[in-house]
């Protein structure tokens, strides 16, 4: 690029030259213009005036004793202020280059380390290949160890320290494969013991109805109350594990779309108000407890009131207004409903009739928009809270159902939460409530990370 502009700058001072000499008489030369060679009586000279710095004169007499001056630096000033734009322009693409090379490094960055393992790994294979690494003796010795292992506890000893990498990731490996199969072994337990108790609650109706329901009407009309109860229990269960199959198989589907959380979490708190008149439920937008999503007439108008009134959302479900983006994230509505209706239903099973539920929404923290179902319930020691996530479990340890439910909601709020890329922030204390708190990234805010690469 500098050889670019001096070649420029040379052929504006060769242009300026010819220029001037062209509307010189022939007499001037000695030769032809395409040789452009003086005669020897011309006098060529190049004059800067003591008293005006900024001109430049080209001076030449010829053999008849013509004088002739040219003006270069009017000639140089305006061709100066073009070569300035030039010269800016290509600070400007310069700049642009280096921001592009930066954000085409950080993109390629994953690809390039990836590179440099595959490298390193190429080393030493060909370490290996050399210093014979692992010799016919050696693979032995490693089967036989593998042979050894219990099936029910595996573990791998050779006691030869060359292996120590090798035993060490298959531990590691075979490790991660048991705890599956426990996990598995427990699922399938647990499921089978859910499944039992209403199925013998059936059987045991079916039974009572067959001895008595045909004559006893008061009979008749318990069973069959009982008998709906226990089917939609069982309903409730299948469904439930049909889910979590189909999301550790990888057949849950999200429709992801963007969409704002307040209006979201504002539909199941109205849900909820509905359906459960038993607990107070509030809502809350940004720590402001709020009962109407219409109108943004009340921040937008002196300091902010304690209460607001209204706030408006748009057909997209995004609010209107200057900061209608803070709220929106990208996921699936249904399941992100399903997983705000768990928390609820969690916090209305294990808190006291007439106590309040807190449904607030959040944003423009650290990127992030958050949910946060608060309840006023009999809480959670820190034991519990180490296992509230785990399938079938229920924090009485008793697993008794007199509470109602499954034991495997929260389990599926948490697998719904870990599909859109968030995270759950529980705080509890026994007698004083537990606190969910779930985070998701801001749609906003992974454009811009995408902008800046």
């Not at 009309?221 to 109860?229: F, H, V």
Request: hydrophobic share 40%; net charge negative; charged share 30%.
């Amino acid at each position: 690029m500098i050889l670019l502009d001096v070649i420029l700058f040379s052929a504006m001072i060769a242009w300026f030259f010819i220029k001037c000499n062209m509307s010189m008489p022939d007499t001037a030369f000695q030769k032809s213009w395409a040789n452009m060679e003086y005669a020897p009586e011309t006098d060529v000279e190049v004059i800067w005036p003591e008293d005006d710095e900024d001109t430049i004169i080209y001076k030449v007499t010829t053999p008849d004793g013509d004088v002739y001056e040219f003006d270069a630096g009017e000639y140089l000033s305006d061709w100066g202020a073009i070569m300035a734009i030039f010269l800016a322009g290509q600070l400007t693409w310069l700049i642009l280059q280096m921001f592009n090379t930066r954000r085409v490094r950080r993109r390629m960055k994953p690809l390039y380390d990836v590179a440099l393992k595959a490298e390193a790994v190429s080393r030493m294979s060909s370490r290996m290949a050399e210093k014979d690494y692992m010799s016919d003796e050696t693979m032995q010795h490693l089967e036989s160890a593998i042979n050894r292992a219990d099936p029910n506890e595996p573990l791998i000893a050779t006691g030869d320290k060359e292996l120590q990498g090798i035993e060490i990731a298959l531990n590691n490996l075979l490790n991660e494969m048991q705890e599956s199969k426990k996990q598995q072994i427990r699922f399938v337990s647990d499921a089978s013991h859910e499944l039992r108790t209403p199925i013998a609650v059936i059987q045991g109706y079916v039974n009572m109805l067959d001895r008595w329901g045909k004559e006893d009407e008061e009979v008749l009309t318990e069973s069959i109350e009982a008998l709906k109860n226990e089917s939609e229990h069982m309903k409730e269960l299948v469904e439930q594990l049909l889910f979590l199959a189909r999301g550790d198989s990888g057949r849950n589907n999200l429709q992801r779309k963007d969409f704002s959380l307040a209006e979201v979490l504002y539909e199941v708190w109205e849900e909820s108000c509905m359906i459960d008149e038993g607990h107070k439920y509030t809502f809350y937008l940004d720590g402001k407890e709020t009962e109407s999503l219409d109108d943004t007439a009340a921040e937008e108008s002196g300091p902010e009131p304690e209460y607001i009134e209204n706030i408006d959302f748009d057909n997209d479900g995004k609010e209107a207004g200057d900061e209608s983006q803070r709220y929106v994230m990208n996921g699936d509505i249904a399941m992100i409903k399903q997983s705000a209706r768990i928390f609820i239903q969690n916090a209305a099973k294990y808190s006291e009739k007439g106590s309040e539920i807190m449904i607030k929404v959040n944003s423009g923290r650290g990127g992030k928009v958050s949910y946060v179902i608060q309840d006023e319930g009999i809480g959670l020691n820190q034991e519990q809270l180490g296992h509230i996530f785990e399938r079938f479990y229920r924090s009485d340890q008793a697993r008794n159902a007199d509470t109602g439910g499954t034991g495997l909601g929260l389990s599926i709020a948490k697998w719904i939460i870990d599909a859109h890329d968030g995270t759950i922030d529980v705080l509890s204390r026994t007698e004083f409530g537990t606190r969910f708190t779930v985070n998701f990234n801001n749609k906003i805010s992974e454009r811009m990370k995408e902008a800046n690469g």
